[in-house]
T-cell receptor, first 116, second 114 residues
């Protein structure tokens, strides 16, 4: 139980294009999902908290117009990197908390984004 | 403010040897503590968590961790390491009801020698 998937697992795009990453909770409903960014050999940095049916809450320093988050259902949240640039290249990981408990988050496998 | 320190950036152990990964935290209230494992190019898998109760917590894959409030520590242990345990390990501290606001340590890379 508590499986979270991400799609795509890796994506390569040209500078200036937009990329959408999906995060799905497969066997549970998630009212809250989180988006992280991880640089090589570093820890996770929380980018934003995504709540179903409401606007995402962004951490300080994260551009909300750059990283668009939509949480349209209890099982799906999307992160769109708009007008991507090489410095946006990173490993993006989502996590989800179930409706019964927000004490534990379950992580997706991550998406490797490379912007050329 | 909450913080997590994992003093060891890289640890190498022989297969079959015991393992202890250190984690020290700073948190103003009762902490929720987690250990995660990350294989290369993968997301994080929860190994175990401590919320309250017995300070010795058992997790998956034969791991355990002990919460020591007096030392602000939550060290991860395994009596006999397997080659498949080679990975990155993260300790995290969070708040009740707000797992996403967890603070992660910088991680410890475990290498297992044959």
């Amino acid at each position: 139980g508590a499986v979270v998937s991400q799609h795509p697992s890796r994506v390569i795009c040209k500078s200036g294009t937009s990329v959408k990453i999906e995060c799905r909770s497969l066997d549970f409903q998630a009212t809250t999902m989180f988006w992280y960014r991880q640089f090589p050999k570093q820890s996770l940095m929380l980018m934003a908290t995504s709540n179903e049916g409401s606007k995402a809450t962004y951490e300080q320093g994260v551009e909300k117009d750059k990283f668009l988050i939509n949480h349209a259902s209890l099982t799906l949240s999307t992160l769109t990197v708009t007008s991507a640039h090489p410095e946006d290249s990173s490993f993006y990981i989502c996590s989800a908390c179930g409706t019964r408990s927000t004490d534990t988050q379950y992580f997706g496998p991550g998406t490797r984004l490379t912007v050329l | 403010a909450q913080s997590v320190t994992q003093p060891d950036i890289h640890i190498t152990v022989s297969e079959g040897a015991s393992l202890e990964l250190r984690c020290n935290y700073s948190y103003g209230a009762t902490p929720y503590l987690f250990w995660y494992v990350q294989s290369p190019g993968q997301g994080l898998q929860l190994l175990l968590k401590y919320f309250s109760g017995d300070t010795l917590v058992q997790g998956i894959k034969g791991f355990e961790a002990e919460f020591k409030r007096s030392q602000s520590s939550f060290n991860l242990r395994k009596p006999s390491v397997h080659w498949s345990d080679a990975a990155e390990y993260f300790c995290a501290v969070g708040a009740k009801g707000n797992a996403g606001k967890s603070t992660f340590g910088d991680g410890t890379t475990l290498t297992v020698k044959p």
